[in-house]
């Protein structure tokens, strides 16, 4: 158990609608990543926040948003679904700025349908 | 932007043999960290060993050890005394110092121990 925790484990959908995705990171850590896993793409980074603000984004579609809030737990939304946006979306979180070890939540199965 | 390369889709091992996944990267950067994460069928994204470049020492942890080749920039996982367990598959990724943090995934390799 790598302490990050990620809701729903499972999240069944049809396209067009409109999702939102947990993530609790591990005490004491301030920054949250999100990952994408697809069959097609492996895996990508899509975005990081760190304290509250966004730091970094890699390729997250415009119909994909996140926010990390004050109690740091982020969420990951994701709107207009297509069938191509099925997929594991791992969150993770790491120690104050710099530390280099990313520990991995156990991710959500998103299938839309 | 850096890339990280796993040749091998698959590969299999005899119970309690010892086995190398092969990773190269390519960077310009001269300090980073490089990673193995191991993903069993339960999906969990699990840290497996890490390596600062600055460091000429080849990490190890219990059974798994790197052979980290700067010059080369290969990063090749050991394992030795392969478990039942140890059946997943094997991301090697890559961090920069600076900048972004962002880890960048190899395509992976799926590691099959055979009994």
Same mark, same amino acid.
């Given at each position: 158990?790598s302490?990050?925790?990620?809701?729903?484990k499972?999240?069944?959908?049809?396209?067009?609608?409109?999702v939102t995705?947990?993530?609790?990171?591990?005490?004491? %850590? *301030?920054s949250?990543?999100?990952?994408?896993? /697809? #069959?097609?793409? &492996?895996?990508?980074? $899509?975005?990081?926040?760190?304290?509250?603000?966004?730091?970094?984004?890699?390729?997250?579609?415009?119909?994909?948003?996140?926010?990390?809030?004050? %109690? *740091?737990?982020?969420?990951?939304?994701?709107s /207009? #679904?297509?069938? &191509?946006d099925?997929? $594991?979306?791992?969150?993770?979180?790491?120690a104050?700025?710099?530390?280099?070890?990313?520990?991995?939540?156990?991710g959500?199965?998103?299938?839309?349908? | 932007?850096?890339?990280?390369?796993?040749?091998?889709?698959e590969?299999?091992v005899?119970?309690a043999?010892?086995?190398?996944?092969?990773?190269?990267?390519?960077?310009?950067?001269?300090d980073?960290?490089?990673?193995?994460?191991?993903?069993?069928?339960?999906?969990?994204?699990?840290?497996v060993?890490?390596?600062?470049?600055?460091?000429?020492?080849?990490?190890t942890?219990?059974?798994?050890?790197?052979?980290f080749q700067?010059?080369?920039?290969?990063?090749?996982?050991?394992?030795?005394?392969s478990?039942l367990?140890?059946?997943?598959?094997?991301?090697?990724a890559?961090?920069?110092?600076?900048?972004?943090?962002?880890?960048v995934?190899?395509?992976?390799?799926?590691?099959?121990?055979?009994?």
């Amino acid at each position: 158990d790598s302490g990050v925790t990620q809701t729903p484990k499972h999240l069944i959908t049809a396209t067009g609608q409109r999702v939102t995705l947990r993530c609790s990171p591990r005490s004491g %850590d *301030l920054s949250v990543y999100w990952y994408q896993q /697809s #069959l097609d793409q &492996g895996l990508q980074f $899509l975005i990081q926040y760190y304290n509250g603000e966004e730091r970094a984004k890699g390729n997250i579609l415009e119909r994909f948003s996140a926010q990390q809030f004050p %109690d *740091l737990h982020s969420e990951l939304n994701l709107s /207009s #679904l297509e069938l &191509g946006d099925s997929a $594991l979306y791992f969150c993770a979180s790491s120690a104050p700025w710099g530390a280099d070890t990313q520990y991995f939540g156990p991710g959500t199965r998103l299938t839309v349908l | 932007a850096q890339t990280v390369t796993q040749s091998q889709p698959e590969m299999s091992v005899q119970e309690a043999e010892t086995v190398t996944l092969s990773c190269t990267y390519d960077t310009s950067e001269s300090d980073y960290y490089l990673f193995w994460y191991k993903q069993p069928p339960s999906r969990q994204m699990i840290l497996v060993i890490r390596q600062e470049a600055y460091k000429q020492q080849n990490a190890t942890e219990n059974r798994f050890s790197v052979n980290f080749q700067k010059a080369a920039k290969s990063f090749s996982l050991k394992i030795s005394d392969s478990q039942l367990g140890d059946a997943a598959m094997y991301f090697c990724a890559y961090r920069s110092v600076q900048g972004a943090q962002k880890l960048v995934f190899g395509q992976g390799t799926r590691l099959t121990i055979n009994p």
